[in-house]
T-cell receptor
Framework: ETGVTQSPTHLIKTRGQQVTLRCSSQ?????VSWYQQALGQGPQFIFQ???????GRGNFPPRFSGLQFPNYSSELNVNALELDDSALYLC?????????????FGPGTRLLVL | AQSVTQPDIHITVSEGASLELRCNYS??????LFWYVQSPGQGLQLLLK??????LVQGIKGFEAEFKRSQSSFNLRKPSVHWSDAAEYFC??????????FGAGTTVTVRA
């Protein structure tokens, strides 16, 4: 077990709706990253938060946003859902900001957009 | 273009046989290299990583990987596969930044 949990496990939304996915990191992990994994593909980096501020973003539009809280939890928000947003969303946390620190992944939230 | 390539989409191996999964990267510099495993309903678990030093890296669950700079490869191996090794395996790279860039993955099926 990685000590990283995500909720909900599954979610169904319709196009145009908004969704919030949640992640709870290990205590002391001040860096959290979010990834999108479409079916049959590897995970794609969405963004990273460090000490409650976004400090890196992949090739995702602004309708993907996030929050990180002092209690080591975080959220991924997606507005104006599109069919292509259907995917497994993974969060990963680590204790420090450095690249060499191991990232611990949660089990993911599977989002289906109809 | 910068990329991580896993040439084999699906590999079937008999239990007790050896396994090798291929990974090639295309970047200007040598990245940090990782192998992750993903079982159904599970998150990604780190098997091993290479940053520098000895090019043969030992990981968990009996896996090892060898970094070959001349071939831009980081292949994963296991001498004797167990049924519990059936999963999807991802090669990933990172630089001195924050993100992992993953290959498309290789699905491993283990037959009795």
């Amino acid at each position: 077990e990685t000590g990283v949990t995500q909720s909900p496990t599954h979610l169904i939304k319709t196009r145009g709706q908004q969704v919030t996915l949640r992640c709870s990191s290990q205590s002391g992990h001040n860096t959290v990253s979010w990834y999108q994994q479409a079916l049959g593909q590897g995970p794609q980096f969405i963004f990273q938060y460090y000490r409650e501020e976004e400090n890196g973003r992949g090739n995702f539009p602004p309708r993907f946003s996030g929050l990180q809280f002092p209690n080591y939890s975080s959220e991924l928000n997606v507005n104006a859902l599109e069919l292509d947003d259907s995917a497994l969303y993974l969060c990963a946390s680590r204790a420090t900001h450095g690249t060499q620190e191991t990232q611990y992944f949660g089990p993911g939230t599977r989002l289906l957009v109809l | 273009a910068q990329s991580v390539t896993q040439p084999d989409i699906h590999i079937t191996v008999s239990e007790g046989a050896s396994l090798e999964l291929r990974c090639n990267y295309s970047y200007g510099a040598t990245p940090y290299l990782f192998w992750y495993v993903q079982s159904p309903g599970q998150g990604l678990q780190l098997l091993l990583k290479y940053f520098s030093g000895d090019t043969l890296v030992q990981g968990i669950k009996g896996f090892e990987a060898e970094f070959k700079r001349s071939q831009s490869s980081f292949n994963l191996r296991k001498p004797s596969v167990h049924w519990s090794d059936a999963a999807e395996y991802f090669c990933a790279v990172s630089f001195n930044d924050y993100k992992l860039s993953f290959g498309a993955g290789t699905t491993v099926t283990v037959r009795a």
